[in-house]
C-alpha cells in the first residue's frame, strides 16, 4: 500500500475512534429523567366570576422528573388556560350564561402522558364582583357619613355656610344609588 494512504487511513482510525470516544462519553454524561408518577396541582379546585383570573401550579413528581406539562380546558367558551397555568374566565356579555358553570382544567405531563391531574373550576355569573362589592361597602360608608352630617348640619344654628354644606350633603345622598344599604 501507498506509504501516503497508509498514513490517510490511519488519521481517518484515529478520528473515527475519538468520535466514538465522544458520543459515547456524552451519551453517558447525560441523566436521563425519572418517570413522571404524578403531578401536584396548587389548587385542586377554583371559584370565579365571568371575567376573572387565576393562577394554578402544576409540580410534577418525584422531583428528578421531567416537568414539562400540557394544559387543557373542558369548555374553553367558559374558562380559557394559558401553557403557564394562567386561568382566565370568558368576559361576562349578553350572551354568557346566567348561573354557576362548571370546567375542569386537565394538566398532563409531556413525557409521560397518562401522568395528569384536574381542578374543578367553578364560575358563577350571579356572584358578586369584589369590585362591587368594595364600592358597595364605600356607598354604604359615605351614605351612613353624610346623612349623619346632614342631620348634624341641620340641628346646628349656621346661617350661610351651614345651610350650603347642608344642600352640599343631601345633593350627594341624592348620587348614591338606592342600592347601598
Request: charged residues 15%; contains cysteine; proline residues 4%.
Amino acid at each position: 500500500m501507498n506509504k501516503m494512504l497508509k498514513k490517510t487511513l490511519a488519521v481517518f482510525l484515529c478520528i473515527w475512534m475519538l468520535c466514538l470516544t465522544g458520543i459515547a462519553a456524552f451519551a453517558a454524561s447525560e441523566q436521563p429523567y425519572e418517570s413522571p408518577a404524578s403531578i401536584k396541582l396548587s389548587k385542586t379546585s377554583v371559584s370565579m366570576v365571568y371575567g376573572g383570573t387565576e393562577q394554578l401550579t402544576a409540580t410534577v413528581l418525584p422531583e428528578g422528573a421531567d416537568q414539562k406539562v400540557t394544559w387543557s380546558s373542558s369548555d374553553t367558551n367558559i374558562v380559557v388556560v394559558d401553557g403557564t397555568g394562567k386561568l382566565t374566565a370568558a368576559k361576562n356579555t349578553a350572551e354568557t350564561p346566567s348561573g354557576k358553570k362548571t370546567v375542569t382544567i386537565t394538566v398532563q405531563s409531556v413525557s409521560t402522558p397518562s401522568v395528569k391531574a384536574t381542578c374543578t373550576v367553578t364560575v358563577d355569573n350571579d356572584a358578586p364582583t369584589k369590585a362591587s362589592t368594595t364600592l358597595n361597602t364605600i356607598l354604604t360608608f359615605l351614605k351612613t357619613l353624610f346623612t349623619t352630617l346632614s342631620g348634624t348640619l341641620s340641628a346646628l344654628p349656621l346661617k350661610e355656610y351651614g345651610a350650603t354644606l347642608l344642600d352640599l350633603f343631601n345633593k350627594i345622598l341624592e348620587l348614591i344609588p338606592k342600592t347601598a344599604a
